[in-house]
């Protein structure tokens, strides 16, 4: 069934970062590597970590629990493309239910990478009440912004391994 307008919401960020689409889905690829960008990482220093299936690409999951700040919750990389494109099924448990699809999208431009994080998920009664004093997109952009920031210096630093 077709949602109708206003039953999802969809918030979207790009950067561009100065490294070859690959060394940036290397790094969305693998939730291992997601510690060193997340933009909820470190909000909660007791943060519990909990990943699954292979080691990265489809199938592999990453479960969290944490404080208010980080809630509770899973996801799996639903399907990679090398090095163009990752999906991920986002399930919040915790600050309140909600099953949510993120989407990286890596294109080449000039000598870098334009990245764009884009989630799609519904709009929930909850979220519906919580739009009538702010939105989705500014609850979650500025996130989304830090942690595109952070995926761009941990890329870009010299001391990022090689592309294999």
């Known amino acids: 069934m077709a949602a109708k307008d206003g039953d999802t919401y969809t918030v979207e960020r790009s ?3 100065a490294a070859e ?3 940036v889905y290397d790094q969305l690829v693998d ?26 690409g489809p199938g592999a999951t ?16 639903l ?5 163009s494109d ?3 099924a986002v399930n919040f448990e915790k600050p309140f239910k909600s099953e949510n699809t993120s989407i990286f999208t890596l294109r080449p431009e000039g000598s870098g990478t334009h990245v764009t994080w884009t989630m799609i998920g519904p709009q929930s009664t909850v979220t519906k009440l919580m739009g009538m004093f702010t939105s989705m997109d500014k609850m979650v952009g500025k996130d989304f912004e830090k942690g595109l920031a952070r995926l761009k210096a941990v890329v870009e630093s010299p001391a ?3 592309p294999p």
Not at 68 to 75: A, E, F, L, P
Not at 79 to 83: F, L
């Open 160 to 162: 990022a391994p090689p």
């Open 21 to 23: 689409p690959q060394r």
């Open 31 to 56: 939730f291992h590597k997601w510690v060193d960008w997340s933009p909820w990482e470190g909000l909660d220093p007791t943060q519990q970590r909990t990943y699954g299936g292979p080691e990265s």
């Open 86 to 88: 990752v999906r991920v």
């Open 15 to 17: 950067t561009t970062v």
């Open 62 to 77: 990453y479960a969290w629990s944490g404080n208010r700040k980080v809630g509770r919750g899973k996801m799996e990389i």
């Open 79 to 83: 399907e990679a493309t090398a090095p």
